[in-house]
């Protein structure tokens, strides 16, 4: 079939589809889950088709997709390659939360491939194998460096790879509502039926439809609401405004003098912010944190003193000593009600019956009415629920003083980070921190070194450029890649500052009682909670607690007043970002065992087919490993790790294959131990870190790879001076790659039916 | 298959002109570092001095943040455009191009 009829084909069906889905949820026949089923049937149903059509076992094909795939289907493909759950759901929220420091992530994961074109891709193209260790062993001359080679791929693929799979579970989760392992594997097989049937040329094309799906999902909302707010659809112009409204708003919550220096009009900004009462909102939770942190000087007498303090209670509930208290509250009632009765005593000078003391009078009323209060809190139904609440709370209590300590760590930093209000959301990173202890600017500035090196290091991206028809294409394929990634990346920025706004303008000083629906919405899901802590009925800032920035990216349909099948669009368009991404990942590792271990190291003399056949039930196996970490290690790592695996790639693969091309003098000895080296220390230092604290000039474990690219750098560049010369036919080599001329062509596809 | 990597060893033989080669990198290697210290300012630099240049002030977006946020993105597709041009033109030059386009 012709390549473009299909896409079209395609892009008309998801459009329909969600018209469709849009007046039936207007009918009010479906809801966000129903439309949430639907789209992911929808899109795996899609994406297996693809996997279908260009199903094939041609190891060319499979490898690298007949390197016929033209700049800028690359690019597309390379883009939802690229993008991943991270990059759709989460990194909108982290410029939310972070502000100009959440830049890097912007920089870091763009800036890499100015590396990527300039450096490596139309070299790596003109070498025209299948797979980074094949460029390593050759270029190294030997099998020591292709299997450091694979080492550094897979480890780096895994580590991204766990991320991925990660992803996919919440989203699946949280699409058709589901629990996460089973989401996990769900999710999975949209990833499997596609690459495992079609190798890169399946992946490929249904990376291409991904990115469109992903991308519309991603504009959609934010143009919306831009037009909604400023009547220009363009949220990339239109958000400076929105910063500066931010920065005053901000300015008024904490207090601070001059809040408005530029005169914006008061009618797009909150006349109800308070400072007071954002004032005692936090200093609130700064006492909640103070009372965690005594907790926390010394946990075990902590526990203790609350499992007694809950158990006494319970005690005191018990049925006797309810029926106890009752008959006490009731004899005391009595007391004073046959007090009030008592006829007075007469005046012996008046004859008549003294008045009764006006205070002691008082006194007695109180004290029934203080009986009868308490009386009504022993009903049986609030004993009971009493009672219940005391159990729950005792099985709710830490079993352990480990388990006391996380806890309570986390509800410190929680309510600690409550207290801090609103920091300056466009503040740069200072030089100097203002405990004097850490480094901020080269924090910064460090990650986004780390992102860059790291994007042009990894496997799974410079694959990619094995793909296209010639050197040529190549090199344009870069900036094809760059710029559909860039249509998301420049607009993430938009999603934070608008969601910031609104949760200045129209969350901040509402009632309780009566949240914003996106915000009941979503608190329903748990992405948010509003917890009124001064207990005044009205939200304050401070009261506004963020569980999981995600919010940002998922809320901003619902913001823009558009239908839920927007939101379920969203969700599709997370979906389709986190499954491109396995699917690459997943490729490369199987790859890095089936052809570079088995085919080029143990048995070279493996036919065609049981290469291929290899290739894909190591995919299988690897898909299986990966969802097993994901869904059942769960370790808090996961987190972290995708930031990991870029300062692993940094300070592993990028070296040795910059070198490799640019200076004819790198030698083998030097190239694998500066991967060794490079690796090891990317990784300890991350775990030393990450685990124990430990710190160089405060660079944490996300910047790992400053470190370890450094050290592989130095150590390349040494051993290489004091190794021999790499022999006439390696420099050869080296130079044979630098020249496009004599390049293997491939033939731009047409169509993407049938077997080439 | 095996044709294309049988092809692909006689290719690394081919014997360059020597002198054109290094004329060609050399072009090649003064534009990679021109870019590499365009690709730096516009990502370190101006982001080193982003708190001093944030007193500017264009349509609501401090230049600092518009740099990180938008500014640098922008240089960054268009330089690997440019360079891709120019890496065309320069094979031409030296008629190192491709067969087969």
Redesign the interface.
């Given at each position: 079939m012709q390549l473009k009829k299909i896409l079209g084909l395609y892009v008309t069906g998801f459009v329909v589809l969600t018209v469709v889905l849009a007046l039936l949820e207007f009918a009010g026949v479906l809801k966000l889950q129903g439309i949430g089923y639907v789209f992911m049937i929808f899109s795996v149903a899609v994406y297996a088709m693809i996997g279908i059509i260009t199903r094939t076992s041609?190891?060319?094909e499979y490898y690298v997709a007949g390197r016929g795939v033209s700049a800028i289907y690359n690019g597309m493909a390379t883009g939802s390659d690229w993008m991943s759950a991270a990059s759709f759901i989460s990194m909108a929220g982290l410029l939310f939360a972070l502000g100009?420091m959440g830049?890097a992530y912007?920089?870091g994961w763009?800036?890499g491939?100015?590396?990527l074109?300039?450096?490596l891709a139309?070299y790596l193209r003109k070498f025209?194998?299948y797979t980074v260790p094949d460029f390593l062993g050759t270029r190294y001359g030997g099998n020591a460096a292709r299997v450091i080679g694979i080492i550094c791929a897979i480890l780096v693929s895994l580590t991204y790879l766990t991320a991925q799979l990660n992803g996919v579970g919440t989203i699946v989760s949280r699409f058709i509502g589901i629990p996460f392992e089973p989401g996990v594997f769900i999710g999975l097989l949209g990833v499997l039926v596609c690459s495992f049937l079609g190798g890169m040329r399946a992946v490929t094309w249904t990376q291409v439809a991904q990115y469109i799906v992903l991308i519309s999902a991603y504009l959609i909302p934010v143009i919306w609401l831009s037009a909604k707010l400023f009547f220009i659809p363009i949220p990339?112009?239109t958000?400076?405004?929105?910063?500066?409204r931010i920065s005053v708003m901000e300015k008024q919550i904490m207090g601070k003098e001059n809040p408005n220096p530029r005169n914006i009009p008061a009618e797009v900004l909150n006349d109800k912010i308070d400072p007071a009462k954002e004032k005692e909102s936090r200093d609130l939770w700064a006492k909640e944190a103070a009372m965690y942190k005594a907790k926390l000087s010394n946990v075990d007498s902590a526990l203790a003193a609350d499992k007694a303090a809950l158990e006494a209670k319970l005690a005191s509930l018990a049925d006797d000593k309810v029926a106890e208290r009752r008959a006490a509250l009731e004899k005391e009632k009595a007391d004073a009600q046959a007090m009030m009765n008592a006829p007075l005593p007469i005046d012996p000078k008046t004859k008549q019956p003294m008045m009764m003391d006006e205070a002691k009078k008082k006194e007695l009323e109180a004290k029934i009415a203080e009986a009868d209060k308490q009386l009504a809190m022993l009903t049986p139904e609030r004993v009971k629920a009493e009672k219940e609440k005391a159990e729950k709370a005792l099985a709710a209590l830490p079993k352990n003083a480990e388990e006391a300590k996380t806890k309570w760590t986390a509800a410190q930093t929680a309510a600690a980070n409550q207290a801090k209000g609103t920091g300056d959301y466009?503040a740069?990173p200072?030089l100097v921190s203002a405990d004097g202890k850490s480094y901020p600017?080269l924090q910064?500035?460090g990650l986004?070194?780390c992102l860059?090196v790291g994007t042009a290091g990894l496997p799974h991206i410079l694959t990619r450029y094995y793909t296209t028809p010639?050197?040529?294409q190549a090199?344009?394929s870069?900036?094809w890649s760059?710029?559909f990634i860039?249509l998301l990346?420049?607009t993430a920025?938009a999603y934070a500052a608008f969601a910031r706004y609104e949760v200045f303008v129209s969350l901040v000083g509402t009632s309780i009682a009566e949240l914003p629906s996106w915000i009941a919405s979503w608190k329903m899901v748990g992405l948010l909670d509003v917890v009124d802590k001064n207990g005044d009925g009205i939200v304050q800032f401070a009261d506004f607690v963020i569980k999981s920035t995600d919010f940002v990216v998922l809320a901003t349909p619902e913001i823009a007043g558009l239908p839920a099948t927007i939101t379920g669009l969203v969700m599709a368009g997370g979906l389709a970002a986190a499954l491109s991404t396995a699917d690459g990942l997943l490729l490369t590792i199987a790859n890095a065992f089936s052809h570079d271990l088995y085919y080029k190291i143990i048995n070279p003399s493996a036919s065609?087919q049981s290469r291929v056949l290899i290739s894909k039930i190591l995919l299988v196996v690897v898909a299986l490993i990966g969802a097993s970490i994901a869904a059942f290690v769960k370790l808090p790592v996961i987190a972290a790790t995708v930031a990991w695996a870029f300062s692993f790639a940094a300070s592993s693969l990028f070296p040795a294959l910059v070198l490799g091309i640019w200076w004819r003098r790198t030698t083998g000895p030097a190239a694998i131990l500066g991967m060794i080296v490079g690796l090891a220390v990317s990784m300890s230092y991350s775990i030393a870190n990450f685990f124990y604290q430990f710190n160089i000039l405060s660079l944490r474990h996300t910047e790992s790879g400053l470190l370890g690219m450094t050290a592989a750098f130095l150590v390349i560049v040494i051993v290489s001076l004091i190794t021999p010369a790499p022999d006439k036919a390696l420099q050869?080599?080296v130079?044979?790659v630098?020249?496009?001329?004599?390049?293997?062509?491939g033939k731009e596809v047409e169509s993407i039916g049938g077997a080439a | 298959?095996a044709e294309?990597q049988t092809?692909?060893a006689e290719?690394?033989?081919?014997d360059?002109d020597q002198q054109k080669?290094e004329t060609?990198?050399k072009e090649?290697r003064s534009l990679?570092f021109t870019?590499?210290g365009i690709?730096f300012a516009v990502?370190?630099l101006i982001?080193?001095f982003?708190?001093a240049i944030?007193s500017i002030?264009?349509?609501?977006?401090?230049l600092?943040?518009?740099m990180?946020?938008?500014g640098?993105?922008?240089v960054?597709?268009v330089?690997?455009?440019v360079?891709?041009k120019k890496?065309?033109d320069l094979?031409k030059k030296y008629?190192?191009?491709?067969?087969?386009?």
């Open positions: 041609d190891p060319s100009h830049l912007i920089l763009t800036g491939y100015v590396l074109a300039l450096l139309p025209g194998q990339e112009i958000y400076g405004k929105v910063l500066e466009l740069t200072p600017m910064f500035l986004i070194l860059m010639s050197v040529k090199r344009s870069v900036g760059l710029f860039f990346y420049f920025p065609v050869d080599f130079y044979s630098r020249f496009p001329k004599g390049a293997a062509q | 298959m294309l092809k692909d290719m690394t033989k081919v360059f080669l060609y990198w090649n990679v870019m590499l690709w990502s370190y982001q080193f982003s708190g944030n002030v264009i349509a609501g977006f401090p600092g943040y518009y990180g946020s938008q640098a993105l922008i960054f597709v330089m690997i455009f360079y891709a890496m065309n094979d008629n190192l191009e491709e067969e087969g386009e």
